[in-house]
């Protein structure tokens, strides 16, 4: 039978605010009763996780140093509320602030894919705008990001839908979002990188079919779908118009 306590006792347990002979009972029944510990995972804040995971945001942040005194039964320790708000509010900043966190230059695709994978065709409703207008979008972003991508308003085989300024690692990325003729999201993307031209290669990314290359300082990528030889020949098509 599982030990009764309530959530609040075991919050206080592991604040350390809990009288010696309380605690000591929660000790005790820590050592037999599983879904008591079960419990105690789901209630406890695990900073040291977190520490690990984001150590790059931990650098000129104070360490937790567990007093000498503290008491450890069964691997447990008291972690202090404070603590535990913390690590949450760096773990919040890493997850929704990624600009903060340099990225490596071979990451950014991935960044993309996991942001495109979300995409479904009503994610882009409407009709194609007309070719002007498309070429006006283009133009204004192109300005950002020094790359002149009016080409871009018409590609063999998709259905433009529209273009916007998106950011990675403080750089501007242009994403530009189109629908396939079998109604895929398919986006284009580009943004400076730091690495050597190459011509374009093909490969699955989040379970997307996706075609990169680099040239002249730019990172080129061109990802929807589950065609790969589709996307590589776009990207061929595209390589050196944009």
Known sequence: M???VSDETLTAYLDGELAEDEQRRI?????SDPALVERLEMLSVPVDAVREAFDTLLDQAPAYEAPKDEKRISGWAPRTAAAGLVAAGLLLG???SPWQRPLPDTDWKMAVANYQVLYVPATLPGKTPEQEKAVE???ALSADLGRNLSAAASVDGLNYRRAQMLGLDGNPLVQIAYLSG???PVAICITRVDASAYGPKAEMLAGLASAHWIEDGYGFLVIGGEDLGAVKGIAEQLQGRI
């Open 2 to 4: 599982s030990f009764r």
């Open 27 to 31: 000790e005790a029944a820590l050592e």
């Open 94 to 96: 890493a997850l929704w």
């Open 137 to 139: 979008q283009l133009t």
């Open 182 to 184: 079998e109604n895929d």
